[in-house]
Structure formats: structure tokens, C-alpha cells
């Protein structure tokens, strides 16, 4: 018998605020049970589940899980311009003249993770 992955959880400071960044980014929603001050928020988004729990210490160090995004329907550029207005922060851009590459963003927490290329702009 194997396992699933049922969320994919971050620790956090503010779980509702991050859980409200989060569902934005990924056309989700909160859980109908979640509220501000709440010590965890649960986004349901197409496809993956995220848990953001709240932990008195704060981030010191680099992720060493992220998630890596890719736009559905508007190109790389134009969701790290969306993703920028949401509040998140650009990190590192990894583009290279040919088109290829990403760039590294994090959340309003510090959280970093990465948008690439959309499936048109990769000929898919």
C-alpha cells in the first residue's frame, strides 16, 4: 500500500493572510471554516490542497521545498506582473535570451517559489 500527499503545509506567522495570498495566486478559495486569527487556513485549489499553519518563530533560511508555478493562461511575465501586484516580492530571475528560465519570487512571509514558462510559451 502507498501514501498520497494530502496538503502541502507551510509554517507561518499570520496562517490566514498567507492563506488569502495563496488562494489569489492559484484561483482558489479558503475553507469556509477559516477566519482571521485563525491558527491554520486550508486552500483548496485545482489540483493541490495547501495547509498554512500558524508557528511562533519565523522564517531564517532558504526553502528546501518550493512550489514551481506555471501559468495557464498569460505568460510567464505577465503572472510574475500579477503575482508582483498581489504582494509578492521578485527574488531572482533565472531568463535566459532564448526565452527559457524562470524567476524566483516569495510570498508576503518570504516563501520562495518559482514561475515558469506557460505551456504556449513552451510550443506545447
Do not use: I
Amino acid at each position: 500500500m502507498t501514501s498520497l500527499v494530502r496538503h502541502l503545509t507551510f509554517d507561518c506567522q499570520d496562517a490566514y493572510a498567507q492563506g488569502t495570498f495563496w488562494a489569489q495566486v492559484l484561483g482558489g478559495k479558503l475553507s469556509d471554516e477559516d477566519f482571521p486569527g485563525d491558527p491554520e487556513a486550508l486552500v483548496e485549489a485545482e489540483g493541490m490542497t495547501l495547509l498554512f499553519v500558524t508557528v511562533p518563530d519565523g522564517k531564517t533560511v532558504k526553502n528546501r521545498v518550493h512550489v514551481d508555478l506555471q501559468p495557464q493562461d498569460r505568460t510567464r511575465d505577465e503572472e510574475v506582473e500579477r503575482l508582483l501586484a498581489l504582494g509578492a516580492t521578485l527574488v531572482a530571475d533565472h531568463r535566459v535570451p532564448d526565452g527559457r528560465g524562470w524567476q524566483t519570487l516569495a510570498d508576503p512571509e518570504g516563501n520562495e517559489f518559482c514561475v515558469e514558462r506557460s505551456l504556449s510559451e513552451r510550443g506545447e
